[in-house]
């Protein structure tokens, strides 16, 4: 058994814990790092965010030579899918980004212990060494940072065969014929699209009234009315009661979620996509006394401590939007703190995006929050059939949304439905953060043309100004 101490050790090597560690040994602090899985970066770059985007883009450009190039006079003929290859690509891409965090680390001298990691008490985590025996690192503060897990649901046993999750639903070796993805949100939707652009027949089962139930209902509704065009079917206002694997396929019984008759959906491949939960399973925080709210989180203050002096949580254990970038920002501002700085983030201004095509994006209030907190606001909207470099690449549905104070005119959501709505975003996110308002938007010169122009003409329509509808 070996013992090692340092100012600081990381436990998770996800987006939240690798970023902390290396930020933490930039301030001057000698750190570990402790990850079990085998590579770094957690979920998001190993069976999350950018294996889902390597297969959307490969799909995407799937969907092009084979429904959009003829639109461009491209004949294109005998595409054919290769899963095998297009999987082995996302594997690649995996493996580039896994290798690169593991050579920061060690370019900002941060040991990184391959093992599962356990606070054995206050200042001292015991690792299961990945390749047999442990190792004792003493640390003078510790960072949990072990992120989250698939969300389970009852009378529905994942197999990763027949019945996956997220992480089995980037491994088919074959397109399913039909696929029923149960959950509506970013995880589902994303995915859903991946399978049906290369011939699948899918159906995504909500429980609410609405996909991106946490969304603006607009772009709900209009990311709805665009997949469906695209094909995707929706069973929304219903509930999975049981998934039967089978020779033949999946049996799922559903049900009106208000209550009523149950019927039985059929097909090759399930994906259970409801959302996800704090994984703090085996890091002994009962022992030393770390408390959980009701959700499973651990509860931090406002400097990211938890009730025991010294531990600290950050990133998907704790409350917040369970995002790779929160995590990060989580992080960098947890060793801020912790080296005496000013670490902060602002919550409000975490952006959110789905990576379907065209993107979803939103940051700051919708206007049904708006509405509950008795604010009184101003709205903007755009249509990307009105922005000229979205017609011109042949991509101009859906729309830009700016929700302004009414007294004040400080911008206080914005909401995009359309292509690269996800670089779009940052615009709004950037003026936010400066306590911008919707004039200084409108303001500003955007080049034409670019789809860029929706968001000043967005700002513009706020104070009933628009121009080019």
């Known amino acids: 058994m070996v013992e090692n101490t340092y100012d600081l050790v990381v436990i998770g090597g996800g987006p939240g814990g690798y970023v902390a560690a290396i930020r933490a040994a930039q301030l001057g602090m000698t750190v570990a790092c ?19 985007k390597a297969l959307l883009h490969s799909s995407e ?16 003929s005998g595409v054919k899918v290769d899963v095998a290859k297009m999987l082995a690509r996302k594997d ?67 197999d990763e065969k027949q019945i996956v999750s997220s992480t089995g639903g980037l491994v088919l070796d074959h397109v399913p014929r039909e696929l029923i993805v149960i959950g509506g949100g970013y995880i589902g939707l994303e995915l859903g699209s991946v399978w049906r652009r290369l011939g699948a027949k899918v159906t995504v089962v909500e429980f609410l009234d609405r996909v991106t139930p ?10 709805q009315k665009i997949l469906t065009k695209q094909g995707m079917a929706f069973r929304l206002s219903t509930k999975v009661t049981a998934a039967k694997p089978g020779k033949n396929g999946v049996a799922v019984t559903v049900e009106p979620a208000a209550g009523g008759a149950p019927e039985t959906l059929t097909a090759g ?13 085996g890091l002994g925080l009962e022992a030393v006394g770390v408390k959980r709210d009701n959700a499973g989180r651990i509860v931090v203050d406002h400097a990211f401590a938890t009730s025991v002096k ?57 206007e049904e929050q708006l509405k509950a907190e008795g604010v009184a606001y101003t709205v903007g909207k755009f249509p990307f059939t009105a922005v000229s470099r979205a017609t011109v690449n042949g991509h101009n549905q859906g729309f830009i949304k700016i929700l302004a104070d009414r007294k004040t005119d400080r911008a206080l959501g914005c909401h995009i439905v359309g292509p690269d709505a996800g670089t779009l975003i940052h615009e709004a996110v950037a003026v936010m953060a400066f306590g911008g308002s919707a004039e200084d938007i409108a303001m500003i010169s955007h080049a034409h043309p670019t789809l860029a122009e929706g968001m000043k003409e967005a700002a513009l329509a706020v104070a009933g100004r628009a121009l080019h509808v």
């Open 34 to 52: 402790v990850e079990g899985r085998g590579a770094l970066g957690g979920t998001c770059l190993n069976v999350g965010c950018i294996p889902s």
């Open 61 to 76: 450009l799937y969907e092009q030579a084979t429904h959009g190039f003829a639109d461009h006079g491209i004949a294109a």
């Open 92 to 158: 690649q891409v995996v493996l580039k980004h896994t290798k690169g965090v593991e050579f920061l680390l060690k370019k900002n001298k941060v040991a990184y212990v391959q093992g599962w990691g356990a606070i054995a008490a206050p200042g001292t985590v015991a690792v299961k060494l990945a390749k047999g025996g442990t190792d004792t690192l003493k640390a003078k503060r510790i960072v949990i940072a072990t992120g989250s897990e698939v969300t389970p649901l009852a009378n529905v046993a994942i």
């Open 214 to 223: 946490n969304m603006d209902s607009e772009i709900s509704k209009e990311m």
């Open 269 to 281: 491949i399930v994906l259970v996509s409801i959302g996800r939960r704090p994984y703090t399973a």
């Open 310 to 366: 010294d531990i600290y949580a950050i990133g998907d254990v704790i409350a917040g939007p369970m995002l790779a970038h929160k995590a990060s920002e989580d992080g960098i501002a947890c060793v801020e703190t912790i080296a005496g700085r000013h670490g902060h983030v602002d919550y409000n201004l975490v952006p959110g995006v789905v990576y379907t095509w065209p993107e979803a994006a939103a940051v700051g209030k919708t």
